[in-house]
């Protein structure tokens, strides 16, 4: 049963928790969005299946200590100008290639 504002200050905590729950939701949103995103763009890359995409990408984020998030606007990054960090470019290589034999374009040829 929805709780009942007793008064004033009552109704504007209620707004105040529900406004920060709408943000909450928006930042979701725009988060998954990102990922799902970075997700396309390791199975293009990777010729892998969206789900092998999200493995790797959840990896990626683990082995290197970097939020999911950030490590997906990274490769987003990366995919309009062909930067990215070492550290991410190494371990998204090697997870590919357990997947299959792939290499980042112009990235440094393997030894």
Known sequence: MPRVPRGPGDETARIFRLQQEVDQLKEAVASHAVVDQAIGVIVALGRVT????????????????????????????????????????????????????TQIPGAPPLE
Do not use: A, Y
Request: glycine residues 8%; hydrophobic residues 35%; charged residues 30%.
């Open 50 to 101: 969206p789900d092998e995409g999200w493995l790797i990408l959840r990896e990626v984020s683990q082995h290197t200590n970097i939020k999911l998030r950030n490590v997906s606007e990274l490769i987003l990054i990366w995919g309009r100008n062909g930067e990215m960090p070492e550290e991410i470019r190494m371990e998204l290589e090697t997870l590919l290639d357990q997947h299959g034999p």
